[in-house]
């Protein structure tokens, strides 16, 4: 879901380490508090039953990113956006990647930063990067989704999932007041339906 972008090109001449990406959208209000712009990475191993998002389990399928090549678009939204929020996918079976994006952010700019996982804390907490990825991150939502347990509410796909506040920047009470569900028409006329609990749309509603 989300818009296409550059694979490679980037005015920094740092190399980083390519981000696999299944969708990128410029600005949205129900991927996190304020307007935020969202990173949808590719490639998820944990097939939770029900996700909204199947299409981006395959670790073949999105578009390579360089991470300075979008830390560059991302830095460029900083006077409309909030922050930015990183979904999947499963944004933590690429953490190197993640990693690095994440640096570029926090050097570029004063963007908040949320993350979705299916992975608990403390699975997290076993990856070598983690300890640093930790300090680049305001919420992260972790857990598995249970199709049993669906709230969609809050940002939380359902109960068991748990909101992490590494921060004092924001309290649950702004994960509350998050729309569920927001449908944003692209500049090329294609829709993109978003959010904890969003609309189901035909592919040929979404442009597909």
């Not at 969202?38 to 990113?65: D, I, M, R, T, Y």
């Not at 300890?131 to 598995?144: F, V």
Request: include cysteine.
């Amino acid at each position: 879901m989300g818009e296409r972008g550059p694979r490679t090109g980037s005015r920094s001449s740092r190399a980083g380490p390519a981000l696999r990406v299944h969708g990128f959208l410029a600005a949205s209000r129900a991927n996190g508090p304020g307007v935020r712009a969202v990173v949808w990475v590719q490639g998820c191993s944990l097939g939770c039953p029900g996700c909204f998002n199947p299409a981006s389990h395959s670790f073949a399928g999105g578009e390579e990113w360089s991470t300075p090549g979008l830390g560059d678009r991302i830095a460029a939204l900083a006077p409309d956006v909030e922050g930015i929020t990183i979904s999947g996918g499963e944004p933590f079976l690429q953490p190197a990647a993640l990693l690095d994006l994440l640096r570029e952010i926090r050097r570029r700019t004063r963007l908040s930063v949320v993350v979705f996982s299916g992975f608990s804390l403390a699975e997290l907490s076993r990856l070598p990067e983690f300890p640093e990825l930790r300090e680049h991150i305001d919420i992260l939502l972790a857990g598995r989704f249970v199709a049993a347990e669906r709230l969609a509410r809050g940002l939380l796909g359902s109960a068991n999932k748990v909101p992490h506040f590494f921060t004092d920047r924001y309290s649950p009470d702004d994960l509350r007041n998050v729309p569920d569900c927001e449908v944003v028409i692209n500049p090329d006329g294609t829709l993109v339906a978003t959010g904890i609990d969003p609309v189901a749309m035909s592919p040929q509603e979404l442009g597909k």
